[in-house]
């Protein structure tokens, strides 16, 4: 008999991880839109002001979904190209979506003027949760990244 040395396989490192990773950013980007304080950007255009603050919170399914479909590509492209023993890559995939979303948080947040009012609603509305649900999942994914490289199969016992 021969016995596995790899160590089992967690729900992380299932099909269901970029699902999971999806949801929590999603979680993360509700919770940050609805507990931050209101803009001191003025929006001057009541009907953009209405827009964004009847619509805004769907920004976060929109966003999460596209991280989704991004990790799930990620993930097939490696498992296509026969790197799926290579446990290290799924929080590298997770953190590859995560930089783009994390850049343009911080270029919306800390970089963009604000113009006219669509800008204003987007810097002043979306920009923060933006940046931080995706900081919170990108640390995350480091934590679960040094998980890996800590963590090494046991030996197997002989009885």
């Known amino acids: 008999m021969t016995e596995n040395t790899q160590p089992k396989r967690g729900i992380l490192h299932s099909p269901?991880?970029?699902?999971l990773w999806s949801l929590l950013f999603l979680a993360a980007f509700t919770a940050v839109f609805f507990m931050q304080k209101p803009s001191t950007l003025v929006i001057g255009n009541e009907t953009i002001k209405g827009i964004f603050a009847?619509?805004?919170?769907?920004?976060?399914p929109v966003f999460a979904l596209l991280c989704m479909a991004a990790m799930?590509?990620?993930?097939g492209i490696k498992r296509l190209a026969g790197l799926r023993r290579f446990r290290f890559l799924n929080p590298?995939?997770?953190?590859l979506v995560m930089l783009p979303f994390l850049a343009l948080g911080y270029q919306l947040a800390y970089?963009?003027?604000?113009?006219?009012?669509i800008a204003r609603g987007i810097i002043g509305?979306?920009?923060?949760?933006?940046?931080?649900?995706?900081?919170?999942v990108g640390a995350l994914a480091l934590a679960w990244l040094a998980?890996?490289?800590?963590?090494?199969?046991s030996p197997?016992?002989?009885a």
């Open 147 to 153: 998980w890996t490289f800590i963590r090494r199969p």
């Open 16 to 19: 269901a991880g970029p699902l």
């Open 72 to 75: 799930y590509l990620l993930a």
């Open 54 to 60: 009847t619509y805004g919170p769907a920004a976060g």
């Open 92 to 95: 590298v995939v997770v953190l």
């Open 156 to 158: 197997p016992s002989h």
């Open 111 to 117: 970089r963009e003027k604000p113009y006219t009012d």
């Open 125 to 136: 509305t979306l920009a923060m949760p933006l940046l931080l649900s995706s900081l919170i």
